[in-house]
Structures are given as C-alpha cells and as structure tokens.
C-alpha cells in the first residue's frame, strides 16, 4: 500500500536558521513527488514537483530534493513569512489518486 | 488570472439538509478532484473527474455526490447522509487524465453543522 509520512510534525526555527524537512514514503512505481505550501485557513499552493532520485528543485529560500525513499524539503535562513504547513503527496503507478502526508507545521520566530 | 474559485467561503448545514459546495476552474483543466481535510489529518480523496460526464468515486465518497456536466464546474452536494460533515473541504484541478500533473488547488469552503 502507498505511504507518506512526514516529519517532523511540528518545527519551531529562529529566523534564519536553517533546517529541513523529510518525506518518506512507500510507492510503487514513482510517477510524481508534489510539495506543497498551506497557510491557515487557505487551499494548499504548489511549490515543486519531482519526478525521479536525484533530481533537485529551487525556490528562493526553498529546495527540494529527492532519493528512491525519501524526499527533503531545505529551508535556507527562513523568514517569519515562511510560516505555514508543507504538505509532501506521492502518485504511483498503482492507484489514480495522489497520497498525502499529514504535513509539518512550520513556525520561524523573528 | 487563471485560477481555482470556491464558494462559499463558509458554510452552515443544519441536521438533514443537503448542502452544495461549488468549485469553478478557467485553466482549461481535465481532471477535477475534491479533498476532505480534517485537523492532523492528510488530504483524504471523495470525488474525481478524468473529462466531463463522468466521475468516479474515491476513498469516502459515502454521504456525497458530484456532478461534471461542464469542464468547468465540478459542484459537491453533502448530503443528509453524512453524518460528520464539519471539515474543510478542498477542490483541485490537473491537466493530465490518471498522469502525473501537477494538482492546484482552490481556497477551499468550511463547512460546519448547526
């Protein structure tokens, strides 16, 4: 059965420290790793896609990386702004539906 | 802009009502989803379109119902038959027919019971 799991469930970080976040997940046959940006109370905003191991995405502060078991989410000197929920949801050969983790609920104090 | 709506933003169901929550998209998008999202929990799938006049169920559809007779619009009724239907609800759209695009998704409608 396909799983994601993510953790941690919650990080608090100080402006500017960095730190990551993990995506694990069981599938088989990857077609697509999708992270996605959740602010209270508002639709989830698409921030990457990954399609095999190895492959490495940017954005600002933001990079995703992906291996055959696990992805990354690096969070580089991050701002209150970045604040939200980051969702990580797998589609894999075997089912029509993309599977999502329960997120990481991000705080970075000033 | 391109884009998601959904309406309302909040929603109020008394106890037996059906209620229909509407989900509008203009990117020319084939598939269309609706997602349940409840505190802690990961999106869970109810409804998805592949092309208009047809749908298909996903994993708690039970107490729900859609419609696609436009590409644009992809409505949800709750109905009586839900008895916990107090969460958010979230419509998405993609491209690609069972591919691997990328879902966006719309700002989603509160629904809470009376």
């Known amino acids: 059965e396909d799983q994601v799991t993510q953790s941690p469930e919650a990080l608090r970080l100080q402006e500017g420290e960095s730190s990551s976040l993990n995506c694990s997940y069981t599938v088989s046959g990857l077609r697509g790793l999708f992270w996605y940006r959740q602010d209270p109370g508002k639709g989830p905003e698409f921030l990457f896609t990954l399609y095999s191991a190895g492959e490495e995405k940017e954005k600002e502060r933001l990079k995703a990386t992906l291996t055959k078991k696990e992805s990354f989410l690096h969070i580089t000197a991050p701002k209150p702004e970045d604040s939200a929920t980051y969702l990580c949801?797998?589609?894999?050969?075997?089912?029509?539906?993309?599977?999502f983790g329960s997120g990481t609920r991000l705080l970075v104090r000033p | 802009d391109g884009g998601i709506t959904q309406s309302p933003k909040y929603l109020f169901r008394k106890e037996g009502q059906n209620v229909t929550l509407s989900c509008e998209q203009n990117l020319n998008h084939d598939a269309m989803y609706w997602y349940r999202q409840d505190p802690g929990q990961g999106l869970r799938l109810i409804y998805y379109?592949?092309?208009?006049?047809?749908?298909q169920k996903g994993d708690i559809a039970e107490g729900y119902s859609v419609s696609r007779e436009k590409k644009e619009s992809f409505p949800l009724t709750v109905t009586s038959a839900q008895k916990n239907p107090t969460a958010f609800y979230l419509c998405?759209?993609?491209?690609?027919?069972?591919?691997?695009?990328?879902?966006?998704f719309g700002p989603g409608t509160r629904l809470l019971v009376l």
């Open positions: 949801a797998v589609h894999g050969d075997s089912s029509y539906k993309l599977i």
């Open positions: 379109s592949q092309i208009v006049n047809d749908f």
């Open positions: 998405a759209s993609s491209s690609a027919r069972g591919g691997s695009e990328t879902q966006y």
